[in-house]
């Protein structure tokens, strides 16, 4: 398929929706589904553009992904307006939309890069996941809800393949770290508001008030800006200017992320962030002093706040309702349900409603909070080795295509101004990154954050690119 199939293909969905807008709006109930009738002239405009200029569709959705989960709560059943389908259920929200948005356009895009896709890294382990995941719906009991997760699995391979042969050099790279960034702007504004009118969100056993930025729960906030801070950090030693007084703003922005960061209460991502750190220093001699200076002030911060004083001594809680407590109880009732159906798993997507009915007390969440038990309770230990094989496949790759890229500055002009980078140092810090994100995968269900795997799985496609370019 050439790029002009791609665009005409386009250019029709948008005018067959455009069409059926009448369809859709004929005796529809505007004060509950008005999300509709905007959702198909969006994704119109969406395809359009997109005939124009995928890339530039490609970043926007990026820099929206965080903030467009925010409003979820925003559902209609699609089914209802398919009259063969009526006694079906096919939820939309506006995060769905986008999934299947992307899906399109990595499903085109296979079609139309399929020799560049012949060198892409992990591939062959991406398929069998994705393979043995839909195959889990066949013998799932609730076919819809694993349906839905076999979509969500899929979105960041899709973007993984897109950026790889997209976005396959420098200023691509670059292009992709920028919305990366940028993203994180809107949960931030949110967040901000959350603490100006104190609208927090509230364990059911705790008092204690955490920001969320409009994304599902604290944790993901927490991990989401942790990723940023690597990003904005490792972008900063990329920097061949690292003078404070040129990086004014950048620094400003990192002092927000860190402030909000703390403002999550996130152990996991307090975690993550120091070990981050820790490689970084370890490995990265040169930036010592700069982070010894900066101890006694993270002290300082620690010792003077009650609240995060006492969310790291509640580790070491052993009360029936802690968070520790929760997890190995979780992971107990996981174990048990898990030696049910060892090989092949109950089906993707349902750790959830599994735990729910199986454990004997009542509240609390249900899922796993840990990525190699969630994915044995649904996919079995097939689908464990291989989750494990794809997820440490991925920083072996990313290790060796820092070791294949040239440790010098490269010029960029990019949006209007010139940056001298190491790219390097870029892959480097994007290295650190993974490493520093295993602990959450022990600790939280990290494969379920899916705004984090969309820039993981993004910035890995375009880094692996640039792999590709020096060895040819």
């Keep these: 398929m050439t790029k002009l199939y791609s665009k005409i293909i386009y250019l029709i969905l948008s005018g067959l929706l455009i069409l059926s807008l009448p369809y859709f709006i004929s005796g529809l109930d505007w004060s509950n589904s008005y999300f509709l009738p905007l959702t198909v002239l969006a994704v119109a405009a969406v395809l359009a553009v997109a005939a124009i200029d ?136 949110i967040a901000a508001y959350q603490l100006l009118i104190g609208s927090y969100f509230y364990e059911p056993d705790s008092n204690l008030g955490r920001l969320t930025g409009g994304l599902d729960h604290p944790n993901t906030f927490g991990l989401f800006l942790f ?121 993707v997507g349902l750790a959830e409603s599994i735990i729910a009915q199986a454990k004997n007390w009542n509240g609390g969440l249900s899922l796993p909070h840990n990525d190699y038990l969630l994915t044995t309770l649904e996919l079995g230990l097939v689908g464990l080795i291989t989750f494990l094989l794809y997820t440490f496949g991925a920083i072996y790759q990313i290790h060796k295509t820092f070791i294949a890229l040239a440790d010098k500055k490269t010029v960029i002009k990019f949006n209007g101004r010139v940056f001298i980078l190491n790219f390097k140092t870029l892959a480097f810090g994007l290295f650190l990154l993974l490493i520093a994100l295993l602990p959450a995968t022990i600790f939280e269900s990290l494969s379920q954050k899916i705004i984090l795997q969309i820039i993981i799985w993004t910035l890995l496609g375009s880094l692996f690119s640039l792999k590709k370019i020096r060895a040819a």
């Design 54 to 189: 995928l890339s530039k569709v490609f970043l926007l959705l990026i820099f929206i992904m965080p903030t467009v989960s925010h409003f979820n709560y925003l559902k209609i059943n699609l089914f209802n307006f398919l009259p063969f389908l009526n006694d079906y259920s096919f939820y939309l929200n506006p995060a769905s939309v986008l999934y299947l948005l992307i899906i399109l356009f990595g499903i085109l895009t296979i079609f139309e890069k399929w020799a560049e896709l012949k060198t892409l890294p992990l591939k062959y382990l991406l398929l069998a996941a994705s393979a043995l995941a839909g195959l889990s719906i066949l013998w799932s009991t609730d076919q819809a809800t694993s349906l839905i997760e076999f979509i969500y699995l899929l979105v960041p391979f899709f973007m993984y393949l897109i950026a790889y042969t997209r976005f396959s050099d420098n200023l691509g790279f670059l292009k992709l770290i920028a919305a990366s960034l940028l993203s994180s702007i809107i949960p931030l504004a």
């Design 227 to 347: 990723l940023i801070i690597g990003l904005l950090i490792s972008f900063y030693l990329a920097k061949a200017d690292r003078l404070i007084k040129n990086n004014k703003l950048l620094l400003l922005f990192l002092a927000g992320l860190l402030f909000f960061l703390a403002l999550t209460y996130s152990r996991t991502s307090w975690f993550c962030l120091a070990v981050f750190l820790i490689l970084l220093i370890f490995l990265e001699r040169k930036i010592i002093f700069t982070a010894l200076a900066a101890i006694p002030l993270a002290a300082i911060i620690i010792l003077s706040s009650e609240n995060i004083r006492q969310r790291i001594l509640e580790i070491f809680d052993n009360a029936i309702f802690s968070s520790i407590s929760a997890r190995l109880s979780i992971w107990r009732v996981s174990f048990e349900q898990i030696m049910i159906k060892p090989i092949f798993g109950h089906g």
